[in-house]
């Protein structure tokens, strides 16, 4: 089956108000900037993002921040924002935020249709206990907190320990950036971004990828797909002047 969409815009075309979107990305490596701009550009609002991060100011889901079109993040670094700091203390934006491998897993075992798992990551902690601030109200007082979450003791390597139950999560969309792909959705991700792109594209009811070499079937060694096509419904071949379109987060110089 040809999965390749012409456009971002005609990628993203259906997703709804309200939607939950998967994104991929660290930083700003791996991050779908062109499907999160058609995004913008539809107009979809309310939305529920699920990432790593908030993006930056200015790229990424930065730029769906400073239009006000999300309503809820679950992430686990977000400090590299000023725009959604402000929301966020300012009861804009409700956020949950998750350690990152937790994050991960949960959209792994999502896709692989596992509705939960215990880890010992948070263990003892407001992670398990509740009370970490989801949102504030316009005062600056917490108006939502997370809830306590089931605990469990196995013994583990001979070691009697506590656990946390963890609930996965199965979004409406993920938004990918893949270095190569093929017309049937098979996914290669460079270096660093086969972080949370892999994850997030295997969680959604429908995943597009965004990819900046086309292939045709059967030019991807098998060995070498990072995310196999059947978890990939739309691709979005990118032009040689989008893929060059990379920033760099922090630049850091010396006189020589």
């Not at 583990?156 to 950036?177: I, N, Q």
């Amino acid at each position: 089956m040809d999965k390749v969409v012409d456009t971002p815009a005609a990628a993203v075309a259906d997703i709804a108000d309200g939607s939950s979107i998967a994104v991929g990305g660290f930083g700003v490596v791996g991050v779908p900037e062109f499907l999160i701009r058609a995004l913008q550009a539809q107009g979809a609002k309310d939305l529920e993002v699920i990432s790593n991060n908030a993006g930056v100011d200015g790229r990424g889901l930065g730029i769906l921040l400073a239009d006000g079109r999300l309503r809820r993040i679950i992430a686990s670094y977000v400090g590299e924002n000023k725009e959604f700091a402000r929301q966020y203390l300012s009861g804009e934006l409700e956020v949950e935020l998750t350690p990152q491998g937790t994050l991960a897993e949960k959209l792994r075992a999502g896709g692989a249709g596992i509705p939960g798992f215990f880890t010992i990551t948070g263990a003892g902690t407001q992670v398990a206990e509740g009370g970490m601030p989801w949102k504030y109200d316009s005062d600056g007082n917490v108006v939502k907190e997370s809830p306590a979450k089931e605990t469990k003791v196995f013994d583990t390597f001979g070691e009697e320990k506590e656990y946390v139950l963890e609930k996965s999560l199965a979004p409406d969309y993920a938004l990918v950036r893949a270095a190569i792909g093929d017309r049937h959705g098979n996914l290669v991700f460079h270096s660093s971004a086969r972080n949370f792109n892999p994850p997030a594209a295997q969680s959604a009811r429908i995943t597009i990828a965004e990819v900046e070499k086309l292939v045709e079937p059967g030019e991807i060694d098998p060995d070498m797909v990072h995310v196999p096509g059947v978890f990939v419904h739309r691709v979005v071949p990118l032009t040689p002047e989008q893929v060059a379109d990379k920033p760099i987060e922090k630049r850091t110089v010396r006189e020589a």
